[in-house]
């Protein structure tokens, strides 16, 4: 699957360095974190 989108997200220095943290605790990048929650959403928001 291409990744041909972008997603522009500004955060405050606190979100930042949340989420940071997390992906730097389970040896991921932020990007992969932020695909991870995606791919939870539900496919039909009803």
Request: avoid cysteine; hydrophobic fraction near 30%; aromatic fraction near 8%.
């Amino acid at each position: 699957m291409t990744r041909d989108k972008r997603i522009v997200v500004r955060v405050n220095h606190e979100e930042y360095n949340r989420i940071n943290d997390y992906a730097k605790s389970k040896s991921y990048s932020v990007a992969e974190i932020i695909r991870d929650y995606i791919k939870r959403l539900p496919k039909n928001p009803d």
